[in-house]
């Protein structure tokens, strides 16, 4: 069990400060958010900034083998061909950081028909796989509710798309949203998902709680099924619900996390 929390959740330090904190605090492993990949880009060239990141990280026994591409990025928008460059440049610093699984929304056009859409989103993907063919970094979809649900949806891009730089991320509260059916996305996934979003909510909102709060996701279901496929990524926890508080006290609930996600990984049936 690779235990990670995406580093959105200290969004108002810069990133070498984010790396020291989450140091002392004892996390080796961690997404790179979208708010510090921003910070990275503004620096300059996005391959000498990521190497020299990541030499900063190691020296502190700090990785990102997973991070979350551009937010606001809509790989299926009128301006997509701006769009897929831009991504472009994030693809770059992630490599140069050491990424292997970057986070990409599926993207979403209300202007097309079903058909067009699926052709917007497999030409951009294409595009972008073919750009990091040489690496070993993969570009993972994640669910998205409304737009690409459910895991069939993610599925059949990938099968357009035929690369093996393309694979799934799972976020837990967006399908709490959707069919609720957590380990029939993970069992059809399979070896294709290679990434996490973990976060909790009631259903009626997507609230992004740790585990085991207010929110009411059957975590013994979602850690049976990961199990049961070898799931070999982060165990990565995307919680912006719970950073409403001082800096004091989230580091506090980071030394619960730990703890938690440790017993259920061993309660697991």
Not at 47 to 71: C, D, M, R, T
Not at 98 to 125: F, I, Q, T
Not at 190 to 200: E, N, P, S, T, V
């Amino acid at each position: 069990m690779r235990l990670s929390v995406w580093t959105s959740y200290f969004m108002e330090l810069t990133p070498e400060e984010m790396v020291k904190i989450y140091a002392e605090k004892g996390w080796s492993e961690l997404e790179l958010s979208d708010e510090h990949g921003k910070m990275l880009l503004d620096r300059g060239d996005p391959a000498s900034v990521g190497k020299e990141f990541k030499q900063y990280a190691e020296g502190f026994g700090v990785s990102f083998p997973q991070g979350h591409l551009w937010l606001g990025a809509n790989i299926a928008a009128d301006n997509q061909r701006e769009v897929i460059d831009t991504l472009k440049g994030w693809l770059d610093l992630f490599v140069a950081v050491g990424v292997k699984a970057a986070v990409l929304h599926p993207g979403w056009n209300k202007a097309y028909s079903k058909e067009e859409l699926l052709e917007k989103r497999v030409s951009a993907l294409k595009e972008l796989t073919e750009y990091v063919r040489d690496t070993d970094l993969v570009i993972c979809l994640e669910n998205i509710y409304r737009t690409a649900p459910e895991v069939e949806d993610l599925l059949e891009l990938i099968d357009h798309v035929g690369s093996d730089h393309l694979g799934i991320c799972l976020d837990t509260g967006h399908l709490n949203l959707e069919s609720k059916k957590q380990k029939e996305f993970i069992l059809k996934a399979g070896d294709r998902l290679q990434a996490l979003h973990i976060a909790d909510n009631d259903g009626s909102s997507d609230q992004h709680l740790m585990p085991y709060g207010r929110g009411n996701i059957d975590w013994n279901e979602v850690t049976t099924a990961l199990k049961a496929i070898g799931y070999k990524g982060l165990w990565n926890l995307e919680i912006p619900g719970e950073r409403r508080c001082s800096l004091a006290v989230r580091l506090a609930k980071l030394d619960y996390i730990k703890k938690m996600m440790e017993i259920m990984w061993e309660e697991a049936k």
